[in-house]
């Protein structure tokens, strides 16, 4: 496996010795069964009648009359769980399931990852442990209801900043000496060889679903592609539908906090720099000495200070183009978007609707954008009011 699992420079399995076998483990079991027709079968049926899938692609008009040229939008919010972590977390949960484990462990920095992990542990009867910080835990409390609701155990860590990384880092330890009966579910593009390829590939439904859309409802590709990027997984599913297309631009949006020019955000391919986080090698926000930052945005799903290798190899090929936006212009177009579709976006999918704001009166009317709606609103609905004090 030594020369898969790059993207130009970046990627590979920078990890404990004693992880490698667990990871080709992995690989050769996503080899195995990837194109087995009896886990496509099922897989195909769980998405379906379990998660939602296919999502509808939906002109949203009165948004695009806003902004002067045409938005459609891919409703993954749409989907069981109200995001599009469902998709990773049954295919996944399926290839440990058909690998023979009988645990799943999971991160979770928000809480979301960890539910659909918790939702899929139900699903199939296995034992399921989330790792998340102690401060997630405690500003995140109607998430860590659910998961347990669903059966899981949720591990608080204390260590760093009791965040996500923190997670990560005991969850990825934990494994290590639990590999023979334990599957990690990682839940974003990035991460050690196999998951930024295994996470691409199960969230790949949304960019084929929404390339086959565009062509059936409107006759032609789009002229964008945009989503908004924590780990990345989100925007490299749609992207991944588009790559091949080189007229499709593609977008990816990160969450600019309170400004670049300040140390509260979360853009990790727009200001960061090279390094090695989680495994993988890929732009991270760290400072002078490597150590890695505290990040901080409105959206917690994108409060993150790595993001997959793939993207970091798009971004230096040009292939894509990565932009921050800040915490008050996706507050702005959480409440413009709500109030013109009666859909309410989550935090983070506001991040890509806000730079299509930007573009406003420099685009042509008949341009094509297609946004991937990642996720639905409704748990974002008390920050915004912190924020947004409504009359
Ligand atoms: C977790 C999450 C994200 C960020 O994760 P990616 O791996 O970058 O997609 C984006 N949107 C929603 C709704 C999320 O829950």
Known sequence: MK?????????????????????????AGFERFRGDPKFTAELDDLSRHYAGRPTPLYHAKRFSEHV?????????????????????????????????????????????????TAMIGALFGMETK???????????????????????????????????KDAINDALRY????????????????????????????????GTEARAQCIMQFGRLPDIVTACVGGGSNAIGIFSGFLDDAAVKLVGVEGGGKGLNTREHCATLTTGSVGVLHGAQTYVLQDETG?????ECISAGLDYPGVGPEHAYLKDSGRAAYYAVTDEQVLDVFERFTRSEG?????????????????????????????????????????????????
């Open 175 to 206: 494994w290590t000496s639990h590999v023979d009966d334990t599957f990690y579910l990682f839940g974003t593009a990035g991460g050690p060889h196999p998951f930024p390829m295994i996470v691409r590939h199960f969230q790949s439904p949304i």
């Open 3 to 27: 020369l898969r699992g790059r993207y130009g420079r970046f990627g590979g399995f920078y990890v404990p010795e004693v992880l490698i076998p667990a990871l080709e483990d992995i690989e």
């Open 130 to 164: 989330i790792f998340m910080g102690s401060v997630d835990v405690a500003r995140q409390n109607v998430n860590v209801h659910k998961m347990k609701l669903c059966g899981a155990e949720v591990v608080s860590v204390s260590g760093g900043t009791c965040t996500l």
């Open 68 to 116: 002067g040229f045409q938005v459609y939008i891919k409703r993954e919010d749409l989907l069981h769980g109200g995001a599009h972590k469902v998709n990773n977390a049954l295919g996944q949960g399926l290839l440990a399931k058909y690998m023979g484990k009988k645990k799943l462990i999971a991160e979770t920095g928000a809480g979301q990852h960890g539910l659909a």
């Open 291 to 295: 150590q890695i930052r505290k990040t």
């Open 343 to 391: 859909i309410i976006p989550a935090l983070e999918s506001s991040h890509a609707l806000a730079w299509l704001v930007q573009q406003k009166g420099k685009l042509p009317k008949e341009t094509v954008a297609v946004v991937n709606l990642s996720g639905r609103g409704d748990k974002d609905v008390s920050i915004v009011e912190q924020h947004r004090p409504m009359r």
